[in-house]
């Protein structure tokens, strides 16, 4: 089916621990984008990419990693998971064009114990 | 740096009453802006945008929106709130920087109707 998928929808790991967030998107959109939700600070952005091999940091990127090696699939990596990194990200890609506004995935909930 | 603002954290109102959820936003120039609603466990979901052009917005599930360049405001309104529009609602502005545009997103108002 056509759209934005996130994986896992849950996921529970240990502190130290490297964990990956999958993203896949459909549409061929150029650009995607990783978010993490917390209360009190609505979304903030954490990495971004313009296309496959384009990626360029967003406003809280400390502890993340990410790829593109295609335009469909954009992964996030805790490298060495921490509790402040309990969180739900979400996903979203865009064709660019700033009027068109971004499509979002349902979210994965991680927690870090 | 581009900004929004959204002062009530928490609204209450009744099924049947009308809503206004305010936002405040910082940009230089005009700015693109943008209510996602998100319901409980779920993604966002764009309810309107505004660009230029007519100042008053209409959007998905009857909601509308009154850009106000004086004011620095973009509210969201509804006549008549519906007991399925509880969610959380977040506004936010589109900034040309780096290398792609990117939404700046407000801390959301959580919506919770009555009955």
């Known amino acids: 089916d056509a759209g934005i998928t996130q994986s896992p929808r849950y996921k529970i790991t240990e502190t130290g621990r490297q964990v990956t967030l999958m993203c896949h998107q459909t549409w061929s959109h150029s650009y995607m984008f990783w978010y993490r939700q917390d209360l009190g600070h609505g979304l903030r952005l954490i990495y971004y990419?313009?296309?496959?091999?384009?990626?360029d940091k967003g406003e809280v990127p400390d502890g993340y990693v990410v790829s593109r090696s295609k335009t469909e699939n954009f992964p996030l990596t805790l490298e060495s998971a921490t509790r402040s990194q309990t969180s739900v990200y979400f996903c979203?890609?865009?064709?660019?064009?700033?009027?068109?506004?971004?499509?979002f995935g349902s979210g994965t909930r991680l927690t870090v114990v | 740096a581009q900004s929004v603002t959204q002062p009530d954290i928490h609204i209450t109102v009744s099924e049947g009453a009308s809503l206004e959820l305010r936002c405040n936003y910082s940009y230089g120039a005009t700015p693109y802006l943008f209510w996602y609603v998100q319901s409980p466990g779920q993604g966002l979901q764009l309810l309107l945008k505004?660009?230029?052009?007519?100042?008053l917005v209409q959007g998905i599930k009857g909601f509308e929106a009154e850009f106000k360049r004086s004011q620095s405001s973009f509210n969201l309104r509804k006549p008549s709130v519906h007991w399925s529009d509880a969610a959380e609602y977040f506004c936010a502005v589109v900034a040309n920087t780096g290398t792609a545009s990117k939404l700046t997103f407000g801390t959301g108002t959580r919506l919770q109707v009555t009955l």
């Open positions: 979203a890609s865009s064709d660019g064009a700033a009027n068109y506004g971004y499509t």
């Open positions: 505004y660009f230029s052009g007519d100042t």
């Open positions: 990419s313009a296309a496959a091999d384009i990626t």
